[in-house]
């Protein structure tokens, strides 16, 4: 098999559908294409707003190095259910999908290695957390380990000390008005296309991590470098398979602040507070402006056994710099197995 990125509908993986904790989740698999007994289950998490297309580039390079592969689409993407009250996208909530999943794959004593993009790598983090023994090994690409406080900060109070301003989107998120302006096809692909990095032609931008989303701009964009036409009409056609609100479901994981801090109070209570045994690897990208490598700053404490890394792209470091990515991911992973 070719180690070429996954097209839509790619007949080299398999697409399948299963009940996680009352919830349709969708997922793909990828069998390893080396022959013979796999080396382990890779399972990957994607970010906002995103699909498990987004690791397109590596699950074709773990397959042809031995790997099965799971790539689910989260909690309210893609071909999984998304309910409607944010509620159900606790972290914590999450991360016992992602346990309840990977348990019907590798059974009740099996461990997986657990990757994740964006909020992906956001709830890698706190899956290493709350289910420790499922996991062989850990790594996050853009988004480092933040411990939870003692004391709560809402997002808002944070933002108007000034600290965090690269987060002032997340408000905008959380809100009303993005989940009721992006609504319908043309919305929905202008509001993509300016994710994943359109602009205009004198640097119009529709999406600025200091402002939130510049609702004007969006249908002036050109079409981003990052995605193909026929991959932007891909993920057009998964996030049109969701009834009207289309973001409410994807925004909803703004929405859960409080109540992640609620459940993690018991995790900063533990002896010793909290620390990650778990051999760890916290790839950055370089040029990430909502997750600059800045960020990752102290996070080293918190870990056993952590390696870092960083790839020179922006945001999107899974599509803009795959072979950094896949290079960095694989070296990790032969010493996991070494
Ligand atoms: O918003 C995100 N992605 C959408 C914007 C993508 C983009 C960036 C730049 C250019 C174009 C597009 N990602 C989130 C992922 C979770 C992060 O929070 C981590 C975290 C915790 F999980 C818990 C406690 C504190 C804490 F900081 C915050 C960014």
New binding site residues.
Partial sequence: MSTDKLVPNDPRVKYESTQVNGKTYSYVLGEPTTGGESKGLVFLVH???DLSFGWRYQVPYLTSRGYRVVVPDQLGYGGTDAPAAAEEYT?KKLSDDVAALARKLVGDDGQIILGGH??G???V??VALWHPDLLRGVFSV???F???NPQFFALEDIIAAGK?TN?T??LH?KGPEVEEKIQGEDKVKQFLNC???GHGANGERG?D?AKGVLFDNLDKLSKTRLLSEEELNHYVERYMAHPAPQLRGPLN??RT?RL?WEDEKELAGRPGGVKIETPALFIAASG????PPS?SAGMDKYFGKLSRDEVNA???ALTQAPGEVNKSIGAWLDELDG
Avoid at 288 to 291: G, P, R, T
């Fill in positions: 970010g906002f707003p972290l964006d909020w790598g956001a709830l983090w706190r853009c988004t480092p933040s411990a939870s965090l987060f989107y997340q998120f994710m994943f990095g999406f991590t994981w703004y602040q992640n990430d402006e909502a997750l960020m922006s945001h999107w």
